[in-house]
C-alpha cells in the first residue's frame, strides 16, 4: 500500500505540473495582446498584470510604448485615472481588485479588465520628471557655503551589481565630493517584493548636504511622495536618520523622517496659502551621518 500511494502521489504532481506548466502564458500570447491593448488603453492608462510575478514577461513582449519604466516603477497608482489589468489564469491583482469595472473582454488565455480608479489624484507638476537644467539647479550645502553640483547629460553609467548601489544615469547633477554624491533618476528596489520605484538619487557627500531648487513650480493644493534607501542597505538598520525637508518660496512646509526598516513610506505635506501659485520649491536631503545613506525619493505636487 505504501508503494502505491507514493507512486498515486508522484503521478498526481506530475499532472499538477503539466497543468501549470501549459497554464502559464508564452511569450507570444503575451504580444498577441499588442493590437487588443493599443485599442482600448488610453495614453494615461496604467497597466498591471496578475499575477504580479509575470509582469517582466509581459514587458519584455509588451515594450515600452505600453508598459514605460515610469508606470511600471509607480511610486503608487493614484497617478492614473484608469487601469487596465491583464489578468491570466484567472488571476485578479490586490491593488486593483476592489475598484470599479468599465468593461472586460477575453483575448487569448487573460481577462482585460479596464477598471476606474476611485482615488485618482492628477499631478501638477512632477519633481522627478522635471529634475533637469531646464527647472532645477542642484547644490550641497557647506559649511564654506553653497557648492554647486554641475549637470552631466552624457555621465558615465555604473551599476553596483548584485549588494551594490543602484544604475547611476548618464543624466545627473554631479557633486564634487564623490561619484555616489549626486541628484539623478533611478530605480531601487523596494522593500516590498522588491518592487522597483522610480526616484531622485539624493545622496549626502562629506562636503555637505545636498538640495536641489526648482524654479516657479506650478504648485497644487499639497506636495505628496515617498522615500527610502535601496532594500539591501535598508535592511542592514545601521544608518543614520535621513530628513527631507521641503520650502516652498524659501518657507518649511514639511519634514520628512526616514529611518532604516521604514520602507516606501508616503509623505503628504498641505501648501496652505501657496496653494495654487507659481514659486521656487526646494528640498534638500539631511543628515548627521552620510555613510551609506543611499536615499532616493519621489515627490511631486497635485
Not at 492608462?45 to 509581459?58: F, G, H, T, Y
Not at 484608469?82 to 472586460?104: K, T
Not at 555604473?158 to 564634487?176: E, V
Request: aromatic share 8%; hydrophobic share 40%.
Amino acid at each position: 500500500m505504501g508503494a502505491l500511494a507514493v507512486l498515486a502521489l508522484g503521478v498526481t504532481e506530475a499532472c499538477a505540473e503539466l497543468t501549470v506548466e501549459h497554464g502559464v502564458p508564452s511569450e507570444g500570447d503575451f504580444a498577441a495582446l499588442v493590437g487588443p491593448l493599443s485599442s482600448i488603453k488610453q495614453p494615461d492608462d496604467l497597466l498591471i498584470v496578475a499575477p504580479a510575478w509575470q509582469e517582466p514577461n509581459a514587458r519584455h513582449a509588451l515594450g515600452d510604448q505600453l508598459m514605460p519604466l515610469a508606470h511600471v516603477a509607480r511610486p503608487d497608482e493614484s497617478a492614473f485615472p484608469r487601469v487596465v489589468e491583464i489578468g491570466a489564469q484567472g488571476q485578479r491583482s490586490p491593488l486593483v481588485r476592489d475598484w470599479p469595472e468599465l468593461s472586460s473582454e477575453t483575448v487569448g488565455p487573460f481577462r482585460l479588465r479596464v477598471l476606474k480608479n476611485p482615488d485618482y489624484r492628477p499631478v501638477v507638476f512632477d519633481f522627478v520628471e522635471g529634475l533637469g537644467p531646464e527647472h532645477a539647479e542642484v547644490g550641497l550645502t557647506t559649511p564654506n557655503g553653497l557648492l554647486p553640483c554641475k549637470f552631466n547629460p552624457a555621465a558615465r553609467v555604473t551599476s553596483g551589481g548584485l549588494g551594490g548601489p543602484p544604475t547611476f544615469p548618464a543624466r545627473r547633477f554631479q557633486c564634487q565630493s564623490a561619484e555616489w554624491v549626486f541628484m539623478g533618476v533611478t530605480v531601487i528596489d523596494d522593500s516590498n517584493e522588491y518592487s522597483a520605484r522610480r526616484c531622485i538619487w539624493a545622496h549626502p557627500g562629506p562636503l555637505g548636504q545636498i538640495g536641489v531648487r526648482y524654479r516657479k513650480v506650478q504648485l497644487g493644493q499639497v506636495v505628496r511622495g515617498y522615500g527610502q534607501l535601496p532594500w539591501v542597505h535598508e535592511r542592514l538598520w545601521h544608518g543614520a536618520p535621513i530628513e527631507l525637508v521641503v520650502r516652498v518660496a524659501s518657507e518649511e512646509v514639511g519634514r520628512f523622517v526616514h529611518r532604516d526598516g521604514d520602507g516606501w513610506r508616503r509623505f503628504e505635506f498641505p501648501l496652505g496659502a501657496h496653494a495654487g501659485t507659481v514659486a521656487d520649491v526646494e528640498l534638500e536631503v539631511v543628515t548627521k551621518n552620510p555613510e551609506n545613506r543611499h536615499f532616493c525619493f519621489q515627490a511631486d505636487t497635485r
